[in-house]
């Protein structure tokens, strides 16, 4: 999770910026794979977006506190990051509880459609107009998502999508708020002021509900702990990359997290991968990676 240069200012040239989402894109899969793990064991749901969210961010804290980075910050600055947190919060609740009335490959294609609200967010409040190849492009990756996660054919729970499209909505939300309040200030002091607010408002819900539920094996607690170090450092780096990028062209590149849960349900977990789902995996890849090569 350390800074480097994606702390600065600077923007990050698109390949190499194509290049490090994907990484995150498969580092968030990983996290949803170690969460299956978790949640196989008797962890409860808020148990785990607490231990990560509370995880990223004393993990954050400790490495400003090394490096000797001030904390102090403007009271508008911290208002508006408790904004940007409790967006987060809700994107977690919304997107787990899709999850719990529909299948979750049809949660996740839905809640996938937070590339195409960041740019249309953005475009609509005065921010860059996407180029028609990236506009091109999201609608495109979410029909190889379709066919990815094999969700054809299932039945459709309104209640379920409008959970996952809550979670969409808000995620997205988040990010834009995050590169129009807190771009310049620095990923790292960002990271910890959003997680913080999740996981106080987490711990808050969760408290006055009796939701949490710590896991009843060790193989619980392992997948406990790497959901926690994978969403950690794929958080912080999403945080310090985006903005740098320019949201409304790059997000479309974490449609990419589908294919990677896909592919690691398969290698760790022995889940079958159809043909149809592999040739929806190579539809999503070309989708988000050429249009931002072509730059």
């Known amino acids: 999770m350390a800074c480097g240069r994606f702390c600065q200012n600077a923007r990050v040239s698109a390949r190499l910026g194509v290049l490090v989402l994907l990484v995150i894109a498969m580092t968030f899969g990983s996290n949803h794979i170690a969460a299956r793990v978790a949640f196989?064991?008797?962890?409860?749901?808020?148990?785990?977006?607490?231990?990560?969210?509370?995880?990223?961010?004393?993990?954050?804290?400790?490495?400003?506190?090394?490096?000797?980075?001030?904390?102090?910050?403007?009271?508008?600055?911290?208002?508006?990051?408790?904004?940007?947190?409790?967006?987060?919060?809700?994107?977690?609740?919304?997107?787990?509880?899709?999850?719990?009335?529909?299948?979750?490959?049809?949660?996740?294609?839905?809640?996938?459609?937070?590339?195409?609200?960041?740019?249309?967010?953005?475009?609509?409040?005065?921010?860059?107009?996407?180029?028609?190849?990236?506009?091109?492009?999201?609608?495109?990756?979410?029909?190889?998502?379709?066919l990815a996660l094999d969700v054809f054919g299932k039945d459709v729970n309104g209640v379920g999508?409008?959970?996952?499209?809550?979670?969409?909505?808000?995620?997205?939300?988040?990010?834009?708020?995050?590169?129009?309040?807190?771009?310049?200030?620095?990923?790292?002091?960002?990271?910890?002021?959003?997680?913080?607010?999740?996981?106080?408002?987490?711990?808050?819900?969760?408290?006055?509900?009796s939701a949490f539920v710590l896991p009843n094996a060790p193989a619980g607690w392992l997948g406990l702990g790497l959901l926690c170090v994978f969403y950690g450092s794929a958080f912080t780096a999403l945080f310090i990359v985006l903005p740098r990028l320019g949201a409304a062209n790059y997000a479309v590149v974490l449609n990419f997290e589908p294919i990677a849960v896909l592919a690691l349900a398969w290698v760790v977990l022995g889940q079958a991968v159809s043909p149809l789902q592999v040739v929806g995996a190579f539809i999503v890849v070309g989708a988000i990676t050429l249009p931002a090569l072509r730059r």
């Not at 309040?181 to 607010?197: A, E, P, Q």
Request: aromatic content about 8%; proline content about 4%; hydrophobic content about 65%.
């Open 40 to 146: 196989e064991h008797g962890t409860s749901v808020a148990t785990a977006v607490a231990a990560r969210s509370a995880f990223t961010a004393l993990a954050v804290l400790a490495l400003l506190r090394a490096q000797g980075a001030p904390l102090s910050l403007p009271r508008a600055t911290f208002a508006r990051a408790i904004v940007i947190g409790l967006l987060l919060a809700a994107q977690s609740f919304c997107i787990y509880s899709a999850v719990a009335v529909i299948p979750v490959a049809l949660a996740l294609l839905a809640f996938n459609a937070f590339p195409m609200l960041l740019a249309l967010f953005s475009w609509g409040t005065g921010g860059e107009r996407p180029r028609t190849a990236a506009l091109v492009a999201m609608p495109v990756a979410l029909v190889g998502l379709a």
């Open 161 to 209: 999508i409008a959970w996952a499209l809550s979670a969409a909505v808000s995620f997205a939300l988040a990010l834009l708020l995050t590169t129009r309040w807190l771009k310049d200030l620095d990923g790292r002091l960002r990271t910890l002021l959003t997680m913080s607010v999740a996981a106080v408002a987490v711990l808050a819900a969760g408290s006055v509900t």
